[in-house]
């Protein structure tokens, strides 16, 4: 295969990038914590990352696997974390990234360590911070899988945006800052104005590519050998109604995407997204090895530790939504009076509107609210 990636020009990329101002304004307070101790001493995890640009670092955490770990503060080319898996006959890609300029650093990356051909590329899911880099692969021949909605959702989601008039798109939210009836109300309200201006940019600078390898929910799961490496693709509920992860067993290795932010709040918006779902998958990764290594889909690599701090922030939101919900709260109301503890007052929260509203939201229509 003619390796276009070499030609690539990722400062192009970087220099367009930059001109996405709102979403940087909410990427750039989003810093990427350090290794944790337990995992910079496990001898699966390379201590130094084999490449590094500030906006994603690739490290060795298995023999034939790395990880992609994003750090927003430093730019939006990635965004969320990836990574790949090398075997001795070929190799698979995970995500399709914020840019074809992040699907193209970790190609190199891949071609720092092995030359084998690529088996395919898998976005985790729609979201667009998986997938508008997916143009790479398609202008690289290489076959990129998802689950079998992702397609449909990428471009009922995203193709709207494209050339539309952007107080259209903005204005709702607009008005909800200007409506907001409390300054807390404004705040979160500005966060999604952000959140969304940020989205639109990003979808009108990117040309949209689909996945052309679509993975049945209803096959799954399906294992995937690369030459003395065995892959497994799984289907879970939560995060997005598309959500993938790769688990190599043998390794004790999970790429969990999205539904694991590893010291973020869950982003939940989604109309797809089920709280109990969710909260039903973490209990099954929770089963896992107890020496389980997690690259989620935003944050530091984790073990175990970081599937029981999600759960634990799913909990917090739970009981305090539970609580409003028996006092009479009006769902409207409810989603703006979590309060954070200070226990998650380092958790990233990407826009309130996307992260805890919608999960308080989702527990009243549990609990049967009208
Ligand atoms: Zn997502």
């Known amino acids: ?118 088996k395919g590329a898998l976005d985790t899911h729609y979201h667009f911070d998986h997938s508008m880099g997916n143009a790479f692969y398609g202008a690289n021949g290489i076959a990129l899988w998802a689950h079998a909605t992702t397609a449909k959702r990428i471009v009922e989601n995203y193709s709207p945006l494209q050339g539309a008039d952007k107080d259209a798109v903005l204005g709702s939210f607009e008005k909800q800052v200007k409506d907001a009836k409390s300054e807390t109300e404004r705040q979160h309200a500005q966060s999604d104005l952000n959140a969304v201006t940020g989205l639109y940019q990003i979808a009108n600078a990117s040309i949209l590519a689909l996945p052309n390898h679509p993975l049945d929910p209803a096959k799954l799961p399906v294992t995937i050998d690369l030459g003395g490496l065995s892959a497994v693709i799984e289907s879970h509920p939560g995060h997005s109604g598309t959500d993938m992860i790769v688990r190599v067993p043998q390794q004790n290795v999970v790429y969990a995407g999205d539904l694991l932010f590893n010291g973020w709040y869950p982003v939940c918006f989604d109309e797809k997204a089920t709280v109990s779902g969710w909260r039903a998958t973490l209990a099954k990764f929770a089963a896992y090895d107890k020496d389980t290594i997690f690259v989620p889909g935003h944050g530091q690599i984790c073990g175990q530790e970081g599937i029981a701090s999600i759960r634990e922030v799913f909990d917090d939101i739970a009981a305090q939504a ?49």
């Open 1 to 118: 295969m003619i390796d276009f990636s070499r030609g690539y020009s990722r400062r192009k990329f970087l220099a367009h990038t930059s001109c996405f101002g709102a979403f940087y304004a909410v990427a750039k307070l989003i810093p990427l914590s350090a290794l944790a101790a337990e995992l910079a001493s496990d001898s699966r995890v390379s201590a130094t990352p084999l490449v590094d640009k500030g906006f994603a670092s690739v490290r060795k955490i298995g023999e034939g696997l790395y990880a992609t770990i994003s750090d927003p503060s430093k730019g939006n080319t990635t965004l969320c974390n990836g990574g790949f898996i090398a075997g001795k006959d070929s190799a698979l890609l995970i995500e399709g990234f914020t840019t074809a300029g992040g699907a193209s650093f970790q190609m190199e990356a891949l071609r720092m360590v092995s030359q084998v051909p690529v």
């Open 322 to 370: 539970e609580k409003l919900f028996k006092a009479g709260v009006p769902v409207s109301e409810a989603q703006h009076r979590y309060v954070v503890p200070d226990k998650f007052k380092s958790f990233p929260i990407f826009a309130w509107g996307f992260t805890i509203g919608p999960a308080i939201a989702k527990l009243y229509a549990e609990w049967g609210t009208k």
